[in-house]
């Protein structure tokens, strides 16, 4: 994405500070907000580094969509609460946790 602009070792360093900030601030400080901060001061133009953070997210989300599906295979409704044989079981929070999932499905089209 950068056009070998950055060495691999520089790429991932630039990712774990950016997953570092991403855990110990709060999403309006962390996250894309240092991404656009490192990748400004790598000399980046502003166009590319935009497109690069936006290509992440999208990347992101399709990792977590893809992921969850396999986990529920693996681990049933374990995953979701211990016991649970079925959505019924879950109650209320199962059909949340449903919602969410096609919530996610629905905005990670639309913002790709």
């Known amino acids: ?21 991403s855990a110990v601030s709060p999403s309006a400080l962390g996250g894309s907000a240092v991404a656009f901060f490192i990748l400004s001061q790598e000399k980046l133009s502003v166009a ?25 295979l693996v681990f049933g409704f374990d ?13 209320q929070w199962g ?4 919602s969410f999932y096609l919530f996610m499905i629905v905005y990670s089209i639309i913002f790709a």
């Open 48 to 72: 590319r580094t935009v497109t690069i953070v936006t290509y992440t997210i999208v990347l992101d989300a399709l990792f977590m969509l893809c992921t969850l599906p396999i986990l529920f």
């Open 1 to 21: 994405m950068t056009n070998k602009e950055l060495s691999w070792w520089k790429c991932i360093e630039i990712v774990i500070i950016w997953e570092f900030s």
């Open 79 to 91: 995953i979701l609460r211990p016991g649970a044989q079925s959505f019924a079981d879950l109650g």
């Open 95 to 98: 059909y949340l946790a449903l």
